[in-house]
């Protein structure tokens, strides 16, 4: 069957680092885009940072470019999320998804049938 388990969550100050994974199985990393996501607590969902499957295109929103890093690792068929200088409002649910590209362009946005984790929870204290 084939999933994404995002790992790495926790409690942490602000200022501080955190490195999330999201390990795939049932598929390669190198055929998806992997997309990283948070949700707060009455907000809607937000797409923070995407890798390509196609190439290394990256992308980043404007509110974690500088402050996060994503990269994949294919021996352990893993994305990783490295978030540093850590700030409250990041306090959230992080989820990742295993996104089809197909011949759209990189990072489309997911649908229903693509593969969600269920979350890790990141707690930024002030």
């Known amino acids: 069957e084939a999933q994404v388990v995002e790992s790495g969550g926790g409690l942490v100050q602000a200022g501080g680092s955190l490195r999330l994974s999201c390990a795939a199985s049932?598929?390669?990393?190198?055929?998806?885009?992997i997309e990283w996501f948070l949700q707060a607590p009455g907000k809607e969902r937000e797409e923070l940072a995407c890798i390509s499957g196609k190439s290394n295109f990256k992308w980043f929103a404007d509110s974690v470019k500088g402050r996060f890093a994503i990269s994949r690792d294919t021996a352990q068929n893993t994305v990783f999320l490295q978030m540093n200088n850590l700030k409250p409002e990041d306090t959230a649910v992080y989820y990742c998804a295993a996104v089809r590209e197909g011949a759209a362009p990189p990072c489309p946005p997911p649908s229903p049938s693509d593969y969600w984790g269920q979350g890790t929870q990141v707690t930024v204290s002030s």
């Open positions: 049932g598929f390669s990393v190198d055929d998806y885009a």
